[in-house]
């Protein structure tokens, strides 16, 4: 068994002792079990055990390849076997962030959920994993619900989304069937999405010198506490960048105090994880024993400088410190290494580059950064929904670094975008049916992250101008303080239930 019962069955009863009756509770029930499965990008196989676990005991069509993408199947309902087939899409992988003092590793146990404040559910000082698990279990429950009327309806599973998008890219199945393509990866009630940026990833190692520490003595830096989120939908609100923010406490301290890096580590190293905006970083420095006291001076004033110049959003939770070191460090890094990585670190873009009537078109994350076997490692995810401007954007990443000789810069994958088609009878059809539902318009956007709708349409065209992207509102994706608005859920499967029986009329 994937899931954890003990842990589902706690929140299953914290839901519906202290929630109002959902419409359609079984989803709940299936979120419960999909939150307590450990689902971090690259690391699969057990929520596609659980997928084609299933699919199987409601007896679907299962397929499953190389890469732990699932894909089931159910026949159209008796009547409706000339309707145009539908096919769901969802992610299985989540962002598996967690706070220092969380007693689970989401990586490792699943996570623990909770109801929030009335109208919300978010986990235990962790991220939640509604960012894709609530499709997920939406889209299971749409597959098993018997009372609606469709052609043949498929739910696609794709895996390492967080991370490029890497499962759609791969994807060995076979979708040529479906007419019509649903993402439930979206985060707003109301919306739909019909285009998204594509994505290119760098990666900058420098080769490093080192020499004994001999009589200099150790001392940690770190800052933390910043905003972070998500590098495609947040990079427009002005939150900073930890690891930018510990180059410029770096930067503060005067080169007459000859200090010498020993190691440095910003954002989600232990993870990979590229996009999202890094939190907190640390870095310990090699400093001569009698100008301690004058360099602690240097930071903390810059530190109280640089709360100052924070957005008001975060400048309350930002903190930052410095003590002695017990770490057993025996060697330096060079005054030319460390001037190198302070130069690098500085240099480097990250946020905004390009907008367009207000709306974010080209941006970059300062990703990560460490230090392993005498070589610091640098990765860096760039997004555009223009092609020519992802490449231009990667290409003053690579102009940034370029007078360095031990620097060397690789452009890895890309992923495409998917330009919005907004002339397309799908969309206006779906405007319709939310009208009927809901009684509102459905807005239509385009968003700054990524989405698999772009990398499927690549490989299967026919579904150019047949897809959109929908999606219950979920707040700080990518963050601890990740939550699901639990009445948006229900109004988006009465919405979807509705759309299908529509299509297939």
């Not at 689970?104 to 699943?110: F, I, Q, T, V, W």
């Not at 998500?230 to 105090?257: T, V």
């Not at 939190?279 to 400093?287: D, E, F, I, L």
């Not at 065209?461 to 509102?473: A, D, E, K, L, V």
Request: glycine share 10%; proline share 4%; with cysteine.
């Amino acid at each position: 068994m994937a899931h954890n019962p003990e842990r589902a069955q706690e929140f299953i009863t914290d839901f519906f002792t202290l929630l109002p009756p959902s419409e359609f509770p079984q989803i709940w029930v299936t979120f419960a079990e999909v939150t307590t499965i450990p689902r971090p990008s690259g690391k699969e196989e057990q929520i596609a055990d659980y997928v084609e676990a299933h699919g199987q005991v409601s007896r679907m069509e299962v397929s499953r390849d190389r890469h732990h993408n699932v894909l089931l199947v159910v026949p159209a309902t008796e009547g409706f076997e000339d309707s145009p087939s539908i096919l769901l899409q969802v992610h299985s992988d989540m962002v598996p962030e967690k706070d220092n003092d969380a007693d689970l590793d989401p990586s490792l146990h699943g996570v623990r959920a909770r109801v929030h404040d009335k109208e919300w559910v978010k986990a235990d000082k962790t991220t939640l994993g509604a960012d894709n698990g609530m499709g997920l279990s939406v889209g299971l429950e749409i597959l098993k619900d018997n009372r609606i009327r469709h052609g043949r309806l498929g739910l696609l599973v794709t895996t390492d989304e967080e991370k490029g998008l890497n499962g759609a890219s791969k994807l060995e199945l076979d979708l040529s069937g479906f007419r019509y393509l649903i993402n439930l990866d979206s985060e707003e009630e109301g919306e739909a999405t019909i285009g998204c940026a594509g994505a290119g990833y760098t990666d900058i190692e420098i080769s490093l010198d080192t020499e004994p520490l001999g009589a200099y003595s150790l001392l940690d830096i770190g800052v933390g506490g910043l905003a972070g989120g998500h590098s495609g939908i947040e990079i427009g609100k002005g939150g900073a960048n930890g690891i930018k923010i510990l180059a410029e406490l770096l930067a503060s301290i005067p080169q007459s105090y000859d200090l010498r890096l020993v190691n440095i580590t910003g954002g989600n190293v232990e993870k990979d994880i590229k996009n999202a905006i890094p939190q907190r970083g640390t870095a310990t420095v090699a400093v001569k024993a009698e100008s301690l006291p004058e360099i602690t001076y240097h930071l903390d004033k810059a530190g109280e400088m640089i709360k100052a110049g924070l957005a008001e959003f975060e400048s309350g939770s930002f903190v930052f410190s410095h003590q002695e070191s017990k770490q057993p460090y025996d060697r330096m890094l060079s005054k030319k290494s460390t001037d190198m990585i302070f130069d690098v670190t500085r240099s480097l873009p990250h946020g905004v580059y390009e907008t367009k009537d207000g709306n974010v078109i080209t941006s970059t994350n300062l990703a990560l950064i460490t230090i392993q076997d005498s070589r610091a490692l640098i990765s860096m995810m760039s997004r555009s929904a223009v092609g020519s401007s992802l490449e231009q954007m990667m290409e003053v990443i690579a102009n940034k670094v370029k007078a360095h000789d031990s620097i060397r810069t690789r452009h890895l994958s890309r992923h495409a975008g998917w330009e919005p088609i907004y002339e397309s009878t799908f969309i206006a059809i779906a405007g319709e049916i939310y009208r009927q539902v809901s009684g509102k318009g459905l807005q239509i956007k385009v968003t700054h992250g990524g989405l698999e709708c772009g990398v499927i349409g690549e490989k299967f065209p026919h579904f150019i101008g047949n897809m959109i992207s929908i999606g219950p509102t979920i707040l700080d994706a990518h963050k601890t303080t990740e939550r699901v608005h639990v009445p948006s859920v229900d109004r988006l499967y009465r919405y979807l239930t509705h759309l299908i029986e529509h299509l297939a009329a």
